[in-house]
């Protein structure tokens, strides 16, 4: 069974910096083959695409509302895959969770992941 378990939200002031992180588990897997995506909900809205990379790192895909501030990446290993959030606006405000699909590539669509995390909870105060 794979899980997900994100890390890092907490309120923040707007203009300031976050990072999340999004850890990968599963007993006898290794997660090189994983797509990862980061969405977020915010409440009363609807779940929504922030950013997704492709399995084989070579693709990113970013929302519109989050280019040039938001930059997803992923350690050595294949494993964390990391959501820095700079010049944050309380419109970010929202629970961020992270998905993984296998052989994925870098999609918006929630339908594209099999694997979800718990998410993290982000606050950005005016």
């Known amino acids: 069974q794979v899980q997900l378990v994100e890390s890092g939200g907490k309120l923040v002031q707007a203009g300031g910096s976050l990072r999340l992180s999004c850890t990968a588990t599963a ?3 290794t997660f090189s083959t994983y797509s990862r995506a980061w969405f977020r909900q915010a409440p009363g809205k609807e779940r929504e695409f922030v950013s997704a990379i492709s399995w084989s790192g070579s693709n990113t895909y970013y929302a519109d509302f989050v280019k040039g501030r938001f930059t997803i990446s992923r ?9 820095q959030m700079n010049s944050l606006k309380p419109e970010d405000t929202a629970v ?14 929630p339908t594209d992941y099999s694997y979800w995390g718990q998410g993290t909870q982000v606050t950005v105060s005016s």
């Open 27 to 29: 007993s006898g897997r």
């Open 75 to 83: 350690d050595s290993a294949k494993t964390t895959v990391f959501l």
């Open 96 to 109: 961020y969770y992270c998905a993984a699909q296998q052989y994925g590539g870098a999609t918006s669509a």
